[in-house]
């Protein structure tokens, strides 16, 4: 029912956006971390599972499970800086993050995983094309 409701906003967000006056749309996450995107030139595209953001500054994925709430501001706040390849979120490029990306290409779910990182060719989509990009990035020690 949440995922229900909170697509439901994102629709409402995405035709609404251009009648109030922000600069920004803030996500809470469920750990109230909180994830700030400027407006400029933002669409917003959905599915049951994700929430894509794509703005003048690149795209970003975010996985609705892990969407608490969202508004629109004024206020920038911090902006999340993306490891590229830190498909499991733990700070670092590694072996581990081969292994995650596979297991969701396989199937898994995204609440682990960040797909923002996933996309290490930065093609805006996450497929085997980036477990090849990722291992190439590991092997040349980048």
Do not use: H, R, W
């Not at 995107?37 to 975010?62: Q, R, W």
């Not at 590694?94 to 609440?111: E, P």
Request: without cysteine.
């Amino acid at each position: 029912m949440k995922k229900t409701i909170i697509t439901m906003l994102i629709a409402l967000v995405a035709m609404t956006i251009s009648a109030e006056t922000y600069s920004y749309l803030k996500f809470t996450k469920i750990d109230n971390s909180t994830v700030t995107y400027s407006v400029e030139g933002i669409k917003l595209t959905y599915d049951n599972t994700n929430v894509t953001i794509t703005n003048a500054e690149g795209t970003a994925t975010l996985p609705l499970a892990q969407v608490k709430d969202m508004e629109f501001t004024n206020d920038p706040g911090s902006t999340p800086s993306i490891l590229i390849g830190d498909v499991n979120n733990d700070g670092e490029v590694s072996i581990g993050d081969v292994t995650a990306l596979i297991d969701y290409l396989l199937g898994g779910t995204a609440n682990n995983i960040n797909l923002a990182a996933a996309d290490v060719n930065s093609d805006s989509e996450v497929t085997i094309a980036d477990v090849t990009a990722l291992i190439d990035k590991l092997l040349s020690g980048n």
